[in-house]
């Protein structure tokens, strides 16, 4: 990929999600598997907000509940069977789509569930195929949550690369969208220009993408 394609690329992302308006330029929440996993569930056809409200606001609500760093689901596990005291931290009674059970509930099991397959910390976060079914087998959760939830952690699935990449070829019209190896390397470069890491950049344009294909679903 060329130099004028990476201006191409910038220009596209200052006119698509703007730095000023865009409130997904951030990294996700690298080493914090809790913050993964709350913002997987309380993204899900909400309003993401500011630092203050939204969905970052239930993040920080169980930031200062815990006092601890947020890296351990066995936390949020221990409310899976009295979810009313997880209730009253986060302050957010959202419920899940298919309205089964709330936000709060299904994230303490989605906790409980894998923990019990040994994944506690986001060291252990894996693509596969047991973690994932043991989230998605909550009520409410779905792959879409799955494929949030590991790009919080910087896990990158098939399905979250495959967005990073159609993002690419439609912001260059390409005929075909870039390898994984171009792909990596308009990222690196067009994160460098904006100052900003890779996975930064990734991070913004993967959820833009999500965003365009729900709303395209919607029509």
Not at 87 to 115: F, H, I
Request: aromatic share 6%; charged share 20%.
């Amino acid at each position: 990929m060329s130099t004028a394609h990476v201006r191409a690329l910038l220009d596209h992302v200052a006119t698509e999600l703007p730095r000023e308006s865009w409130p997904h330029w951030t990294e996700g929440w690298p080493h914090e598997i809790e913050a993964g996993l709350l913002d997987a569930a309380f993204s899900a056809r909400a309003t993401y907000g500011t630092p203050t409200t939204g969905v970052r606001a239930v993040i920080t609500r169980w930031r200062d509940h815990r006092a601890a760093p947020l890296d351990d689901l066995t936390a949020l596990a221990a409310h899976a069977d009295e979810p009313e005291v997880l209730l009253a931290v986060l302050n957010n009674r959202q419920r899940v789509p298919g309205n089964y059970t709330t936000k709060a509930e299904a994230v303490a099991s989605a906790a409980r569930s894998l923990t019990e397959l040994s994944c506690t910390t986001s060291a252990d976060l894996r693509d596969d195929e047991a973690q994932r079914n043991g989230l998605v087998a909550v009520p409410g959760f779905g792959g879409a949550t799955w494929e949030c939830f590991t790009m919080q952690l910087g896990v990158r699935t098939a399905g979250s690369h495959q967005l990073v990449c159609d993002f690419l070829g439609e912001a260059l019209d390409l005929e075909t969208p870039p390898s994984a190896a171009e792909a990596e390397d308009l990222l690196a470069a067009a994160a460098a220009r904006l100052g900003i890491t890779p996975a930064t950049f990734t991070h913004a344009v993967w959820r833009y993408q999500r965003a365009q294909r729900r709303v395209a679903g919607a029509r």
